[in-house]
């Protein structure tokens, strides 16, 4: 139950959705593996990307700055387009319009990414896709779609999630 605690963004009445996203995006790598050819070596940071829409501005880099996974900092990058992505190891992806944001999904589905989307750009969805119910920031968890590329979602995060597209058995 701490492990679940800890992922849980600071309890603050005052904090906006893009606050709250923001501290999640930085700490999902506490609770997923890569494959070993992709895992941050030693002293490496962990690679969150933001790719294409940038809601969060400084609040992604405060809350990355805070966390350590495994002897790991976690680095911000930014990018225009998926084109230098394949560092990544995760990538909140949102394009200008749904249509762009699919695009830009679809030119990662072969890299061991961890993508993330919110609903407020679309519908198309990332392996984990935020969206605000009764007023509270959850995510979806599409485990088949991270199994197919060998990234592996702890159960602690698959339980919070609002509903998860299983792997195969």
């Known amino acids: 139950m701490l492990a ?3 992922l849980a963004p600071p309890a603050r009445a005052q904090l906006s959705e893009d606050a709250v996203k923001a501290a999640f995006l930085p700490r999902f790598a506490r609770y997923v593996a890569w494959p070993e050819a992709v895992r ?10 933001v790719i294409g829409q940038d809601p969060f501005r400084r609040l992604l880099e405060e809350a ?3 966390e350590l996974i495994d002897g790991h900092r976690v ?4 990018m225009a387009n998926a084109e230098g992505a394949a560092g990544c190891h995760l990538a909140y992806v949102q394009g200008a319009t749904p249509a762009e944001t699919a695009r830009l999904l679809v030119a990662l589905r072969r890299q061991p990414v961890l993508t993330i989307t919110d609903s407020r750009a679309g519908t198309p969805r990332g392996m984990i896709h935020f969206a605000v119910i009764e007023r509270r920031v959850r995510f979806y968890i599409d ?3 991270a199994d197919a590329l060998g990234i592996s979602i ?3 995060l698959l339980a919070l999630a609002v509903q998860v597209r299983q792997r195969p058995a």
Do not use: I, T, W, Y
Request: aromatic residues 4%.
């Open 75 to 78: 680095s911000v990058r930014r």
């Open 154 to 156: 702890s159960s602690r």
């Open 64 to 66: 990355a700055g805070r």
């Open 4 to 6: 679940l605690a800890a």
């Open 143 to 145: 485990e088949a779609a």
């Open 40 to 49: 941050p070596q030693a002293q490496a940071p962990f690679h969150l990307c």
